[in-house]
């Protein structure tokens, strides 16, 4: 099975002056199309810094990230926009809705940027927002939403381009246990019918352990990996 993202002996440091602080130290690992893995790991073990990595959000200090086979630091920053837009989907902890506009129009947005237009962007957007039970709530603003309705939307939006991998920063950690079955069904469905690949970095063991892979980070190295359960 391809790898859809991959990376090579990451590092990762941050600099403050003459003093430096390494976050992650030789990380490699890959995913494959349509695979769920799940990444566990201590607060400031360096989770979240590899999902934004792995996403080009950032830069390692050294080390390659590769996405269906092209390097990401090799790429302009035009084009690795466009790739992101294109095949990422981002799902973000604290959800970073746009508080100006409303539900059915944040999750438009990434097909607006695509180039939609404003009819079948919304179109699409509401049939997101109604696979993650919000079709009453799509003329909201985030201000008038609850703190799980925001991650509904922020969850729709990351999905509504249909994906090819989706980096997944505590997905249901805002949601209760009925809503975050919901949402953990609905990313299953999508990587059924797209073959959609999820790295989710969560504190929640259940979702863990349902996902075909587990890899765990302890002081910024990759130092377990669960057993796989891929599904042909």
Not at 88 to 95: A, C, K, L, N, S
Not at 133 to 154: C, D, K, N, Y
Not at 181 to 198: C, D, G, N, R, V
């Amino acid at each position: 099975m391809q790898d859809v993202l991959c990376c090579h002996h990451i590092h990762k440091s941050y600099h403050d002056g003459s003093n430096e602080t390494p976050v992650l130290q030789d990380i490699s690992l890959s995913i494959k199309a349509g695979e769920h893995v799940a990444i566990l790991g201590s607060s400031g073990s360096g989770k979240s810094t590899l999902l934004h990595l792995l996403g080009g959000l950032d830069k390692p200090s050294s080390g390659e990230v590769q996405f269906k086979g092209k390097t990401l630091s090799s790429l302009n920053a035009n084009t690795l926009a466009a790739l992101r837009n294109e095949e990422m989907g981002f799902i973000y902890q604290f959800h970073h809705l746009l508080g100006e506009f409303s539900a059915l129009e944040n999750v438009a947005m990434p097909l607006r940027i695509r180039g939609l237009s404003a009819k079948a962007a919304q179109d699409k957007a509401k049939a997101m927002l109604e696979e993650v039970g919000l079709s009453h709530r799509i003329s909201h603003l985030p201000a008038a939403l609850s703190g799980g309705e925001r991650q509904r939307v922020a969850i729709a939006r990351a999905l509504v381009t249909e994906p090819s991998v989706v980096l997944a920063d505590e997905p249901t950690g805002n949601l209760d246990d009925s809503t975050g079955e919901q949402i953990y069904k609905l990313l299953t469905s999508l990587s059924e019918k797209k073959h959609t690949a999820f790295v989710v970095v969560t504190h929640d063991l259940a979702l863990a352990n349902r996902m075909d892979r587990v890899l765990r980070i302890k002081d910024g190295k990759l130092v377990q990996s669960g057993a796989v359960r891929m599904q042909s």
